[in-house]
C-alpha cells in the first residue's frame, strides 16, 4: 500500500511464490490477486488498514501445464466471506478468444437484467449470472463482437461489419445494421 507520495505504508508479501500475477481488482477496501503458473489462486486482501493490508482468504483453481486446449472459462466467484472464496459456477466457452482476455473494456454488465456480455471469435455471448448460476441466454455466431452496449431493454452488439439489436426481455433480435 502506498501513501500520497508513493512511499509504502504496508504491504503483503509471499503470494503465489514462483507464480506471476495475471489479474488483479479492487472493489472497496478489499483487493483480489490472481496468479498464474500451474494453478491459479485467487487471493483476497483486507486493504481496509493501509499501514496492515492482510491475506484474508485463498482459492486455488487448478491451471494446466502438459495439454493446452484453446477454451475460455468463465468463473463465477463468491466473495462474500473474505476468509472462504469460492467458485459458484463455471462455464467452459467452446472459444478460443476473448477480447476480454486483453481489455476489461469489452466486458459488459447489466445488473438490472443480472446479465453480462462476453464477445468472442466466433461471436457475443449473453450470459445470465441470476441465483449464482451461470446460464448462456443468447449466442450470436458468425460475427467478430468486439463490444456491446444497453439503453433501457435493449442490449446493442457491435461487430466488425455489423450492429445488432437485442431485446433483454426475450432475446429476440430486433434489429440488425450492417455497417
Known amino acids: 500500500m502506498l501513501d500520497e507520495k508513493l512511499n509504502i505504508r504496508g504491504s ?4 503465489g511464490l514462483t507464480e506471476r500475477i495475471y489479474s488483479v481488482r479492487f472493489i472497496e477496501d478489499k483487493g483480489y490477486v490472481v496468479t498464474f503458473r500451474q494453478t491459479d489462486p485467487l487471493y483476497v486482501l483486507d486493504l481496509s488498514d ?3 493490508p492482510e491475506l484474508k482468504g485463498e482459492l486455488k483453481i487448478p491451471g494446466y501445464s502438459a ?5 475460455v472459462k ?4 463468491d466473495v462474500s466471506q473474505p476468509t472462504q ?7 467452459i466457452l467452446d472459444e478460443y478468444w476473448s477480447e476480454v482476455l486483453s481489455t476489461h473494456h469489452a466486458f459488459l454488465l447489466d445488473k438490472k437484467h443480472e446479465i453480462f456480455f462476453l464477445p468472442g471469435g466466433k461471436g457475443g455471448y449473453v450470459f445470465s449470472y441470476k441465483n449464482d448460476k451461470l446460464e448462456l441466454r443468447k449466442a450470436i455466431s458468425g460475427v467478430s463482437a468486439k463490444r456491446a452496449v444497453y439503453i433501457n ?5 457491435i461487430a466488425e461489419d455489423k450492429i445488432t439489436v437485442l ?4 432475446w429476440e433480435k430486433i434489429n440488425e445494421l450492417e455497417l
Do not use: H
Open 12 to 15: 503483503v508479501q509471499g503470494l
Open 50 to 52: 493501509p499501514a496492515r
Open 67 to 71: 495439454y493446452l486446449n484453446p477454451q
Open 74 to 77: 468463465i468463473s463465477l466467484f
Open 85 to 91: 472464496p469460492a467458485e459458484k459456477d463455471k462455464y
Open 153 to 157: 431493454d435493449y442490449l446493442y452488439i
Open 167 to 170: 431485446n433483454e426481455i426475450d
